[in-house]
Every structure is written in structure tokens, then in C-alpha cells.
């Protein structure tokens, strides 16, 4: 299709601009609202920069943005469709324009982070929310770097507070948040059992986990084994379960929540997590990760240490983003699903 419109919702200005093809949809749903269209370039404010996109990253918030599932997520962008009709938050790529304030960056500077409409050949970002693609890593794994690799971070780090020695569980290890968290926990000296499914095993022990466990036959929450931190990855296991594999005064960190309805999405569960964590010894812990270039940081410093490395499941074109999203959905996935934008993301580009 090559019917033209605005970028986005907010855009007031009414001379031709530059056009690019992205991902567009114009209601809530399944992948069939998503279509490929020639719309116009987004145009940046004064403390943004114009990123050529070479990749972007797929995860489940894509999913819940694109369905406006719980509802509740509706409230911050959109009631009825999407305020912004580009999906896509993940982007690696190179700086096409700055803005009048912008100081961290330059034109042709190649870098990664959260952006806005990110499934089309131009996205917009803010200059807070980039760093620059860690040295040695290629576009294409850069795009699934810093959404679900930040998440990990903050989970692992700020609100896990994970010491050297720990034992520290992470459910949900071979998915886009849990590849990061094994990553990150090791490089910080815990003791790391993974929890995946039986043909994903193989990849948990690859990232570096002491030990795995196959939940399809063994229950991970039993009791038997006490952890000192479990992340919890999406997950929408029992919160009694989940305290009964901590030890004493463990943390829980919840990372997301699926499951619970069209309404509450596991918003409850997370609820209840921090009302507990008022009366327990245990601390019981949820959060929204923060979108700053100072995790980004942190985060390509691990990368260039080569203490992470993000996990690829498969490549898919613009063109195939609804593909991407619905490989997505069947839990398949090993690792990140990227949308390679550009012909030479997936072609071993070095930066």
C-alpha cells in the first residue's frame, strides 16, 4: 500500500516532507491491524535526533501495545487506537539529524536505545534515551539491546540487589528479559539457576548458568531449593509459590506479568507483591524500568566486556514485522525476534 500520511498524531505541519515506509496500524488488535505503508517522516523537537533505523527489537510490550491489552494500558496511549500508529520502542541505527539542543550526539553517529514508532526507516528518540552501539556489535543485535537488556539491568541490579555468592533464580531464563538477566547475574558472581522449557535448556547453559531447570518436569517453586533472589520474568506463577522458594529475607523481583485478564494483565498480582513486601522480611518487588542513557551505558560496558552478549531467535524484514510478532506470541522464541529495517543490519556490520 502507498497511501501517505502523518508520522504521527501530533504532527501539525502541512508541507511536503521527506517520506518512509513503516509499520502502521490504526486500531487495536491482533497482527492483521499491522500494514506497511509510505507515510511521512517524523520530524524531531529541539532534544531529539532522527535515527536512520538499521534493526528493532520485538517484545511483549509491542504485543500489549498493539492489542491495548489490559486495558489499563490504554489509559497512557490511547482509549480507542493508538495515539502514536508506528509501533516499535527497540532501534539501532545511525543519527540522520539533531536537534537544536541535542549535545550528545551528531550526525552519522551509530547508536542504539528507546525510541518512538520504531518499525519504520526513520524513528525519532530522545537524546536520553541513546547510547552509542557498544564496539564489536552488530546492528542487528544492537536492536535488541536496550528495551528488555535495561529491564534485566534494573531487575538484576537496582531492585535484586544481587551480591557476589548469591543463588539467584531467573524464571522465564531463555525469553528476551530472562537472556539478559543469566547474563548480567553471572557477571555479577551470583550462583544462577535458569528455569526454561526442555529444548531451551541447551541455550540457558550456553549464557553461562550454573544450573537449569526443566519446568515441563520439575517445579522450580517447590520449596526444596531456597533462592536469595528470584527474577520473575513475565511469569504468572502464585506470589505464595514464588515466597515459598526464597529464602527468609530473599527478594522477589516481578518483571512484567502476563495472564490475569483483559482488565488487570497481572497489574493485581504485582499489587499484592508490594503489599506484602510491607509486613514480610521478604522484599517482594515490581517496577516500570526507566528509559535513560545511564542504564544504556552500563549495559553497552557489559556488552563490551563481553559479559553480555544479546540472544537473537530470528531476523524478519519490515515487511514481515506481523510474522514477528506472531512467532512471538507462540513462545517459541530463543531469545530476541528483530526486525532488520535496513539490507545491511543482519550482514555482520561492525561497529
Known amino acids: 500500500m502507498t497511501t501517505t500520511h502523518p508520522a504521527d498524531s501530533d504532527s501539525t505541519e502541512t508541507e ?42 520485538v517484545d511483549r510490550g509491542v504485543w500489549h501495545l498493539m492489542t491495548g491489552l489490559p486495558y489499563p494500558t490504554r489509559l497512557a496511549f490511547g482509549w480507542r487506537r493508538p495515539r502514536t500508529p508506528v509501533p516499535g520502542m527497540d532501534v539501532a541505527g545511525v543519527v540522520e539529524q539533531v536537534g537544536s539542543e541535542v549535545t550528545r550526539f551528531s550526525e552519522g553517529d551509530v547508536v ?23 564496539k564489536g556489535l552488530d546492528l542487528a543485535s544492537a536492536g535488541a539491546l536496550a528495551v528488555t537488556g535495561s529491564a534485566a539491568l534494573q531487575a538484576v541490579e537496582d531492585h535484586g540487589r544481587v551480591q557476589p555468592g548469591q543463588h539467584v533464580l531467573v524464571l522465564g531464563a531463555s525469553g528476551g528479559v530472562g537472556t539478559y538477566a543469566v547474563q548480567i547475574a553471572r557477571a555479577l ?19 553461562g548458568a550454573d544450573h537449569v531447570i526443566d519446568y515441563r518436569t520439575d517445579d522450580p517453586l517447590d520449596g526444596a531449593k531456597r533462592y536469595d533472589v528470584i527474577i520473575d520474568t ?31 494483565g497481572g497489574l493485581d498480582r504485582q499489587a499484592r507483591a508490594i503489599l506484602l513486601s510491607t509486613i ?9 524500568a526507566k528509559e535513560d542513557a545511564s542504564h544504556l551505558e552500563r549495559l553497552a560496558d557489559l556488552v563490551e566486556a563481553r559479559a553480555v552478549t544479546p ?3 530470528r531476523h524478519f524484514s519490515l515487511d514481515q514485522t506481523a510474522a514477528a510478532i506472531r512467532h512471538l506470541e507462540t513462545g517459541a522464541a530463543r ?17
Do not use: C
Not at 112 to 134: C, H, N
Not at 190 to 204: E, F, H, N, P, Q
Not at 252 to 257: A, H, K, S, W
Open 335 to 351: 531469545g530476541k525476534v528483530t526486525i532488520a529495517v535496513a539490507p545491511h543490519a543482519t550482514q555482520g556490520l561492525q561497529q
Open 280 to 288: 514480610s522480611r521478604q522484599r517482594l518487588a515490581t517496577f516500570v
Open 189 to 207: 558472581g551470583a550462583i544462577v539457576t535458569g528455569v526454561a522449557s526442555t529444548d531451551k535448556l541447551d541455550l540457558v547453559r550456553d549464557l
Open 16 to 57: 511536503e516532507r521527506p517520506t518512509m515506509k513503516a509499520i502502521t496500524q490504526q486500531r487495536y488488535g491482533s497482527a492483521d491491524v499491522l500494514e506497511l505503508e509510505t507515510i511521512d517522516r517524523p520530524t524531531i523537537g529541539d532534544t531529539e535526533v532522527l535515527v536512520r533505523v538499521a534493526a528493532a527489537g
Open 311 to 313: 540472544v537473537i531467535d
Open 234 to 264: 513475565g511469569g504468572n506463577r502464585p506470589l505464595r509459590h514464588l515466597r515459598r522458594a526464597l529464602t527468609p529475607q530473599g527478594t522477589l523481583v516481578i518483571v512484567g506479568g502476563e495472564g490475569g485478564g483483559r482488565w488487570l
Open 112 to 134: 542504539f536505545g528507546i525510541g518512538r514508532g520504531t518499525f519504520a526507516e526513520y524513528a525519532r528518540a530522545s537524546q536520553d534515551k541513546l547510547a552509542a552501539v557498544p
